[in-house]
Every structure is written in structure tokens, then in C-alpha cells.
């Protein structure tokens, strides 16, 4: 049985239509994936990718250090003045921090991309050649018919078109 066909929707795409779950990704990633994180580190060989289950340790450490750096900064300031410390406490110190974990998040969601590339675009080059011989079947079946319904004088509207083209006469 054929799945049922749902009825086209007009106007802007909702929000959910621009989610893309979790499970679309391809499983490429996940296949020579290690059963930890610490044991993957332990693989010299490189076998199994590790980095996917990197990621949110990662993410956390530099969060946890950014924070420590924070303080430490807040230490120093507070050291060197009183007023440079609250300074620092209220306007400097949270805007680097906040910055810090920005800038982690990206580059970590960038890197996990550039990760996950390769085989987005491994499904893309199998639509492709999906959707190639889909049309190449529909031009060898038309083409069929055409030759099929030759005998019935009828003719294909372009090579009316060229015919006519043929016979024209150009003034000068």
C-alpha cells in the first residue's frame, strides 16, 4: 500500500516545518562511534569517531574555565582597587563571560557541521541520481509513446514548430 499523500499547504512554512529532527541526521557519525568518551580518547588509531560525544564535554569545560578566569580576573581587579573590582564585578567580567561561552558554542556547533558535511552531502548526490533516473524513465516512456503513436499522424508540437521554421521565407 501506498502512504497517504498529504494535501499541499499554501502560504509561509510554519515553524514546525523548519525543524529538522535529530534522527534525519545521517547515521554515518554514529556508527564507529566509541561506548565512552574516555575510552574513545584511548583509541591512538583513530577507528571511531569521538567527536560528537566530545562536544558537550567540551562545551562544559570551557564554560567551567571561562567562569574560573571570570573570578580570577574579579581577584585581581579587586587586588589593584576597590573601585576597578566592582567595575570589573558588574560590567566586565559578565559580558566576558557571556562572550567566552558564545564564542565556545560556535565554534563547537561549527566544527560538529564541518563533522557532519560529508555525509549531508552523500544524501543530497543520492536524491540527485533518485531524481536522474526518475527522469530519464519518464523520457524513455514518453519517448516510446512517441514512436508508438507515430503511425497515427500525430506530431509532436515541436517539430511543427521546426517544420514551419523550415519553410518560412525571409523578405529581404
Known amino acids: 500500500m501506498s502512504e ?13 516545518d523548519l525543524v529538522i529532527p535529530m534522527n534525519s ?4 557519525l554514529h556508527e564507529g562511534e566509541s561506548s565512552g568518551v574516555f575510552t574513545g580518547l584511548l583509541d591512538v588509531r583513530f577507528r571511531k ?10 562545551y562544559v ?25 566592582i567595575i570589573t564585578s558588574f560590567l566586565i567580567t559578565p559580558a566576558l563571560f557571556v562572550t ?7 565554534v563547537l556547533e561549527f566544527m560538529l557541521s564541518l ?24 523520457v524513455g516512456t514518453t519517448t516510446d509513446i512517441s514512436s508508438d503513436t ?13 517544420l514551419s521554421k523550415r519553410k518560412r521565407i525571409v523578405p529581404y
Open 49 to 58: 569517531i569521538n567527536a560528537v560525544r566530545m562536544a558537550p564535554l567540551a
Open 100 to 106: 567566552l561561552v558564545i564564542l565556545a558554542r560556535f
Open 61 to 85: 569545560s570551557v564554560t567551567i574555565l571561562s567562569g574560573a578566569g571570570c573570578i580570577l580576573l574579579d581577584i585581581v581587579a579587586f587586588r589593584h582597587s576597590t573601585i576597578v573590582g
Open 25 to 28: 541526521v545521517p547515521n554515518v
Open 115 to 138: 563533522l557532519v558535511l560529508p555525509s549531508h552531502l552523500t544524501q543530497v548526490t543520492n536524491s540527485v541520481l533518485g531524481i536522474l533516473g526518475t527522469t530519464t524513465t519518464i
Open 4 to 16: 497517504p499523500i498529504d494535501p499541499p499547504r499554501h502560504g509561509p512554512p510554519d515553524d514546525d
Open 150 to 162: 507515430a503511425h497515427l499522424g500525430i506530431m509532436h508540437p515541436l517539430k511543427k514548430i521546426r
